[in-house]
């Protein structure tokens, strides 16, 4: 009776976890090798609350049965010893259990790793830079923190680092995979709905990890090819700024970690300014070492006419 009322109570709080994520549990997936990761995850965690629920149940009931009860805390309980079918049976029980979850890892990890074989996949490579994501997609175009994707495309992912080992994570669309200096890493996904699916970088990165966002934004085939043409250049500029500078400088310029910018005349001076976007200052890093000249002009035109708000006595 009592280990019954321990199940039930188990169960509930299980599928209120479930329900309510909580975050408990993954997130709702949108891609294919997410849905897989979760089936693996439920499997797993079948067994392990059942095996919580068996163990901590009979814990609960043997502490409750055998109790005292007023004898001598030095008598001695009965020596048993050699009990052949139960020792069979808690060790072939396991090895059973583990069987069956390397059976259906090992059925779901091609599942995960490889991209299905896809007519015409969308490349695009992801790059990791403290403290933001840049994208560069087919045509040409980059984009900073947010990558526009069509829904129900392969896309491929080469994932690398310019400066220091990230992680690449949108838990909807997949598990992680390391951005690393040096090396060129692949993941995969195929977002099954439209929407925007947020992550964030998966490896402290340094000070300003926490902000290291990314979202992935699935249209139509023809928003995307909006979104890569003309709108990713018309906001160049301010993606720059605002998935850059403004981590520590400020939505506005107005300064945070970083100095405050919005009277800073280097704003309108080009050259300088921009040398200290590609090689860094003091403890500023090189935020804009692989940016192209396009990319550079986009900036300092944005920050002139956007951040600058005139030379103040003040400051
Ligand atoms: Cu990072």
């Known amino acids: 009776m009592f280990f019954a009322l321990v199940a039930v109570a188990a169960l509930v709080v299980v599928a209120g976890a ?10 709702q997936p949108h891609s294919p090798n997410a849905k897989h990761i979760n089936t693996a995850y439920y499997v797993i965690l079948g067994f392990t609350s059942a095996i919580f629920v068996l163990v901590e149940g009979a814990l609960i009931t043997f502490v409750i049965k055998y109790r005292s009860r007023g004898r001598a805390r030095t008598d001695d309980g009965a020596q048993v010893h050699g009990h052949t079918r139960l020792e069979l049976i808690w060790t072939v029980v396991p090895v059973l259990i583990l069987c069956v979850i390397a059976v259906v890892v090992f059925l779901e990890l091609p599942k995960i790793a490889d991209a299905p074989a896809a007519a015409d996949p969308l490349n695009v490579t992801v790059e990791g830079h403290q403290f933001y994501w840049q994208f560069d997609y087919p045509n040409g175009a980059r984009t900073i923190n947010t990558l526009y994707v069509p829904v129900g495309r392969v896309v491929d992912l080469k994932v690398v680092s ?24 692949h993941t995969w996904f ?6 925007t699916y947020t992550g964030q970088c ?7 990890h ?13 928003a995307y090819q909006v979104a890569v043409t003309t709108t990713a250049r018309a906001n160049l500029g301010k993606a720059e700024f605002t998935g850059t500078c403004a981590t520590c400088h400020g939505m506005t310029g107005q300064g945070g970690y970083g100095p405050n910018l919005s009277h800073n005349p280097l704003l309108t001076q080009k050259a300088a300014l921009l040398s200290i976007v590609q090689s860094g200052r003091g403890k500023m890093p090189a935020v804009g070492d692989t940016w192209t000249k396009t990319q550079l002009q986009a900036l300092a035109a944005y ?11 003040g400051g």
């Open 162 to 185: 310019r400066d220091v080992i990230h992680s690449w994570w949108i838990p909807a669309l997949g598990g992680k995979i390391q951005a690393i200096p040096g090396i060129t890493n």
């Open 18 to 27: 479930a329900a309510a994520n909580g975050g408990f549990t993954p997130v």
């Open 210 to 222: 926490a902000s290291m966002t990314a979202s992935v934004v699935a249209t139509t085939d023809h």
């Open 202 to 208: 998966a490896e402290l990165c340094g000070l300003y």
């Open 303 to 313: 920050v002139k006419t956007h951040v600058y708000k005139g030379a103040a006595s």
């Open 190 to 195: 195929k977002a099954d709905d439209p929407g």
